[in-house]
């Protein structure tokens, strides 16, 4: 009788088991599956500090991907620029990190510390991916000790956007036609500057912007530069900024705004689009702004150079693939995506291309109402070998903190360009050190 039990109990227990490993189809799972397994749906987070526009562009785009990957959804994290590296640090302290995300040229020396990005050499081994159509500068801040920790999706210089209209009816010569002919001088700026300047109160025009926000000073070093200065050494542990060439780039400054006021005044939003603005610096990516321009006809130039030659800024933003992803490889396989020609040729429509092939392509120059192909060539593409790139280094926020508050003071009238930029070398020496 015991023995006829046992058996009965353990034929019950063999049946359960086997119901256990069937999910409700009755298929069976298979040894260590789970019910994440069955399904085998995977949902990335990939993080950008762009806007609406750059998240539907991606959106769009993503489409193709999962074509290719249907157990695979990405969710696109829309952060603000200004909270994103500090969002990104406490989400790194909390092993709460996206999967993917952008990351600009500022931000590599901390992430490198940190230890926070996945290395994407293998991708070199993929003949189909073709690394050798990334233009070789544009990889070059992502490569470190043998390991390349991303990829670049924009790395245009800095450009000037203009007003044709605004210079027509001053009867003056645009940047462009001054360019051409080698004429086209920090000295011309200033001067095109106070012409375009003109009216009073509500009804004022002014020559020219040099800021997208107040806190950005990119367009500053240009002028430094052109004239055989720079901001630090190339080692980064000196302050270089406070010399004669430095004092004349503030000088120009606190000149246009204060004395010719042919500046849009300190904290004052008077933007380019609205037709009261001349002559407006800022990367490609403010294009999709100016393509929806109707009100006047626009133009890009290259900055104006000094008698050291041109020095825009080379700003660079990659993808990576964050350490730490449940997904590490579904992670990659979205950034091999993102960074493929495919990829680059969607996020053209924004971004100046790494890849050869965009960069030269009808596609990209075609783009509706984008400047003409002569203006693209004049503007960005002869001078992506002339520019300088943003210094890197760990403490870079803390930095760029105290240029910011010595450019405030300019701003405030507190003091001149050249105690300003004394404060500002007593304030980051012991930062380099």
Request: charged share 25%; net charge negative.
């Amino acid at each position: 009788m015991k023995k006829y039990l046992l058996l009965i109990f353990s034929l019950v227990m063999i049946f359960l088991a086997a119901c256990s490993n069937e999910d409700s189809t009755g298929e069976s799972k298979g040894e260590g599956a789970t019910s994440t397994d069955k399904k085998g749906d995977v949902e990335l987070t990939f993080s950008i500090w762009g806007n609406d526009q750059h998240a539907g562009m991606y959106e769009e785009v993503i489409k193709g991907f999962y074509e290719e990957n249907p157990n695979i959804k990405v969710k696109i994290d829309l952060i603000p620029f200004p909270d994103y590296q500090q969002k990104m640090s406490v989400l790194a302290a909390g092993n709460e990190l996206p999967d993917v995300g952008w990351v600009s040229e500022a931000m590599v020396s901390q992430f490198k510390k940190n230890n926070i990005l996945s290395d994407l050499s293998e991708f070199g081994e993929d003949a189909a991916f073709d690394m050798d159509d990334f233009i070789p500068s544009t990889l070059e801040l992502w490569k470190h000790d043998g390991k390349l920790l991303g990829l670049p999706f924009s790395t245009p210089p800095m450009i000037l956007y203009y007003n044709k209209t605004m210079f027509e009816e001053a009867g003056l010569e645009t940047p462009t036609e001054l360019a051409l002919k080698g004429e086209w001088t920090w000295e011309q700026f200033e001067e095109a500057a106070k012409a375009l300047s003109a009216g009073e109160g509500t009804n004022r025009t002014y020559g020219a912007r040099l800021f997208r926000e107040w806190t950005n000073f990119a367009t500053l070093p240009s002028h430094t530069i052109s004239y055989g200065g720079s901001m630090f050494s190339d080692d980064m542990k000196e302050f270089k900024w406070n010399s004669p060439e430095g004092i004349k780039t503030f000088e120009m400054l606190n000149r246009m705004m204060f004395e010719d006021k042919s500046h849009v005044p300190p904290g004052e939003n008077i933007e380019y689009e609205g037709g009261k603005v001349g002559m407006y610096s800022a990367m490609y990516s403010y294009m999709t702004n100016a393509r929806q321009i109707t009100d006047f006809e626009w133009d890009i130039a290259p900055l104006p150079k000094g008698p050291n030659g041109r020095a825009p800024l080379l700003g660079q933003a990659g993808i990576v693939a964050f350490e730490g992803s449940k997904h590490p490889e579904e992670a990659k396989k979205l950034l091999k995506f993102l960074a493929s020609e495919v990829g680059i040729q969607a996020q053209s429509e924004f971004f100046v291309p790494a890849r050869k092939s965009v960069l030269e392509s009808d596609k990209f120059i075609n783009i509706p109402n984008n400047p003409s192909r002569e203006s693209i060539q004049l503007a960005m593409i002869d001078q992506m070998n002339d520019g300088y790139t943003y210094p890197l280094h760990e403490d870079w926020t803390k930095i760029e903190s105290e240029i910011i508050k010595g450019i405030d003071k300019l701003y405030a009238q507190m003091e001149s360009p050249a105690a300003i930029l004394e404060q500002m070398e007593n304030d980051i020496k012991p930062l380099l050190q």
